[in-house]
């Protein structure tokens, strides 16, 4: 097979021509769901993309029922390797799970016996193909569906043969000034089921799916067939130790005073952490101009904690330790001592400097005098400023830089606590590019490793505050209108706080950020046009999110992949706030240890509507029905 293949590879193994296998490659961001029809191995294979030596990365195959049947990590220093893994005879599908972004190229091998059907991305580019690519998909009878794809600058254009009469339909791929803009071919609507051959015109990066019918594709027609799912289960134990605090959840917040008419919006989102950007040039020359919007957020809700980025107009990332960005610091200081009140303000020096800085020497110098000037501020910290570093893209993970390897935020953050340790209060990070629901995972990952860089206190806290001050499925403007428009959204960043919040280790967890703006249409918040805004499916999940947030992380084990959950208390106060990610059913059960409480259960589903549901006790073992893709939240008092 040629190298990025998504083909159909006829191969002579041996002169009495017995059946091929087939390879898919090179996947970069997608699922492959696999029936094995008798026993069989199903062989990855993966080779660099571009920045592997920075980036360790995940894959997951699980099982017909959801549950995760093996995994395989992936480290950075593996930019090449190699796996097999056993697939019992079933009829049920497993998933083998290549989460994008990827930094490498994914190969995959399997019987020819075994029915395989590839759900690629959408908009987000799934894979780098050769020429003359051929899959196939499949429209049931009355549905209205259509064909996509993006121009990544690799495939061109996509060609579609109808197998029942040979008409040809054709598509191009056309480049766009938006990441989020794409074409789109509406398919012929039939009365009787419909059999489709695609073909990509080009090779290199491609990006194509279905909208309105399954988003599954096969390279032999006689494969395609409807996903089977069987039912899930999930076991939930609740513990009595207290892990930690659950995180303040915020958002970031806009650099004005908001108009009356999004204030009910505001509200809503019931913000407990902030997110600022500072812009020293303007503040050297406004001295006060931050006063009133600060003041009011601080004001209007309960907002524990803050942090600010120093920049410039324009979020520009990279200040020098000049005098325009002295003066502009020395106001933003006497702005945060008029504040007043209890609330923390962390100060960040630079927007992810492993990104944007020359080098870390640079930074590093830029770093000690400006926190030099704030500790000889009279009065900084008894006005709850504190220092924090080095607001990194991404911590584990290195940032999207040609020299990604020697920018990891880690390794970054390691120097700086070796060089000003003593100045330093709180590690903060932001986190991109981890769009699929299943790798959410490495959130919990990402905190852990932050906690054990900075250490732990005779209490079990971190020594040095952790702050996710800022996070969404990607970065700068590389969106997709599935990712922030729809439910999934609401999937996504419910995972995402569940999996952060998991240890309690974290301080803070903040969205990027609160509105749409015209370039970053990425916000919790949608601008319909002067005056007018309304929550988007993430926001109403943020304020299903609050309406159950306690303060304390309890002690939970859960047996499941496709559900998260987190165990919260307030004082007798209990909650435990879940996310069903997968589109099966699954039934979950609730170990308690105590006769079975009263209380409520609630379901935020597709519709984005929250409603009252059912459930059953007995001996202290509380059961349910969790409909696929659905948040639920379940509040008792304990005895």
């Known amino acids: 097979m040629k190298r990025a293949g998504l083909v159909f590879a006829t191969l002579v193994l041996s002169a009495t021509l017995q059946a091929a296998p087939l390879q898919w490659g090179d996947i970069r961001d997608g699922s492959l769901y696999l029936q094995a029809a008798k026993a069989d191995t199903v062989t990855v294979s993966w080779q660099p993309a571009w920045q592997a ?142 059999t489709f051959r695609l073909q990509l015109q080009g090779r290199g990066k491609v990006a194509f799916w279905l909208d309105g019918s399954a988003n599954l594709f096969a390279q032999q027609p006689g494969q395609l067939r409807p996903l089977h799912n069987s039912d899930g289960k999930v076991a939930l134990t609740l513990g009595h130790t207290v892990l930690g605090r659950t995180p303040d959840l915020g958002v970031n917040l806009p650099y004005v005073l908001p108009p009356p008419s999004s204030y009910a919006v505001l509200d809503a989102l019931q913000p407990q952490a902030a997110g600022y950007y500072s812009f020293a040039d ?140 003593s100045q330093i209060d709180a590690l903060a990070w932001h986190e991109w590019m981890v769009r699929d629901l299943l790798a959410t995972r490495s959130y919990r990952d990402s905190v852990r490793q932050a906690a054990n860089l900075v250490g732990l206190n005779a209490q079990g806290r971190p020594n040095k505050a952790l702050l996710l001050d800022q996070t969404n499925l990607s970065s700068g403007s590389s969106l997709s209108p599935y990712d922030q428009e729809t439910h999934f959204t609401a999937l996504w960043w419910t995972s995402v706080v569940i999996n952060a919040s998991q240890d309690g280790l974290l301080d803070m967890l903040n969205w990027f950020h609160v ?89 935020f589903g597709p519709d984005n509507k929250t409603r009252s549901a059912p459930f059953a006790c007995e001996q202290g073992r509380i059961h349910f029905q969790l409909p696929g893709q659905t948040l639920f939240a379940l509040t008792w008092s304990a005895s």
């Open 282 to 421: 303007l503040l050297a020359r406004k001295p006060g101009y931050e006063t009133a919007f600060r003041s009011f957020y601080q004001q209007r809700y309960t907002i524990k904690q803050d942090i600010t980025l120093l920049a410039g107009t324009g979020r520009e990332s990279v200040l020098a330790a000049d005098r325009t960005s002295h003066d502009g610091l020395d106001d933003w200081l006497n702005t945060t001592r008029k504040l007043g009140g209890s609330t923390l303000h962390y100060l960040a020096f630079a927007d992810e400097p492993n990104l944007n800085y020359s080098d870390y020497p640079t930074f590093s110098r830029y770093f000690q005098a400006m926190a030099e000037r704030v500790q000889r501020s009279p009065g900084a910290r008894e006005a709850g400023v504190r220092i924090a570093m080095p607001a990194s893209s991404r911590l584990v993970n290195g940032p999207l830089h040609g020299s990604s390897e020697k920018r990891i935020g880690l390794d970054w953050a390691r120097r700086l606590l070796k060089e000003h340790g």
């Open 515 to 603: 509105a749409d703006e015209p370039e970053w249409p990425k916000g919790m918040v949608r601008v319909l046009g002067e005056n007018r805004f309304e929550l988007k499916p993430v926001g109403l999940a943020q304020q299903f999110i609050q309406q159950h947030w306690l303060d304390q992380v309890l002690a939970l084990d859960n047996d499941a992949f496709e559900v998260d959950a987190l165990a919260m208390a307030r004082g007798k106060q209990r909650s435990l706030l879940g996310v069903n990610k997968g589109e099966r059913l699954q039934q979950v059960s609730l170990a308690t240890e105590q006769a079975c409480p009263q209380g409520a259960l609630s379901f």
């Open 53 to 194: 030596d920075a980036n360790p990365e995940h894959i997951f195959l699980l099982n017909g029922q959801g549950q995760l049947q093996t995994d395989r990590p992936i480290k950075a220093d593996e930019p090449r390797g190699r796996v097999q893994w056993p697939l019992a005879a079933s009829n049920s599908d497993y998933q083998l799970e290549i989460p994008g972004y990827s930094f490498r190229r994914y190969r995959i091998e399997h019987a020819d016996s075994t029915r395989a059907l590839f759900a690629p991305a959408k908009v987000h580019f799934s894979a780098e193909v050769g020429p003359n690519v051929e899959l196939y998909f499949k429209v049931p009878a009355g549905e209205k569906a259509s064909l996509a794809g993006k121009y990544h600058g690799g495939v061109r254009g996509l060609q579609v043969q109808r197998l029942g009469d040979a008409q040809q339909l054709s598509l191009a791929l056309k480049p766009y000034p938006a990441y989020w803009q794409f074409d789109r071919l509406a398919l012929p609507q039939s009365s009787k089921e419909q």
